[in-house]
């Protein structure tokens, strides 16, 4: 992968709202691999008592990984969008831990990126969600 398409993808992440307001980080992006963090934050939480994070935010971190895993593959010109997305919640996050997702575009066509993704938190072994979904493909 270019490291303009990189950089593209980056700047994508870093431009949307949502993202900045749940402060989502881009760690690691190459090839149609993408992989993001979501830092643990008590205005996300979705349920007081247990601290656990909301399910929404895993769901943002899941399909805004997605996307830059499809804006990254070789064969993928530029930009994307959902077309399809499901999740799988395996367990709640654990309260006061990151969120980490990694994100995979396994194949592309004219104009489909298929992706599939699993977020963690430290417990690497038994994860938080999987993920699966269809993207756009602009411009090819």
Do not use: W
């Amino acid at each position: 992968m270019t490291k303009r398409k990189a950089e593209i993808a980056e700047h994508f992440i870093n431009a949307i709202p949502h993202c900045k307001a749940l402060n989502m980080r881009l760690t690691s992006i190459a090839n149609g691999v993408a992989e993001m963090e979501l830092p643990y934050d008590l205005r996300i939480v979705g349920d007081p008592d247990t601290g656990v994070l909301h399910g929404g935010a895993v769901s943002a971190l899941m399909d805004t990984c997605c996307g830059a895993a499809a804006m990254s593959h070789p064969a993928s010109p530029s930009g994307t969008a959902t077309i399809d997305l499901r999740i799988d919640y395996m367990r709640a996050a654990t309260p006061g831990q990151a969120v980490r997702t990694r994100a995979e575009c396994y194949r592309i066509t004219k104009s489909v990126a298929f992706v599939r993704a699993t977020a963690v938190d430290d417990d690497d072994d038994n994860p938080v969600a999987t993920a699966t979904g269809a993207f756009t493909v602009e411009g090819l």
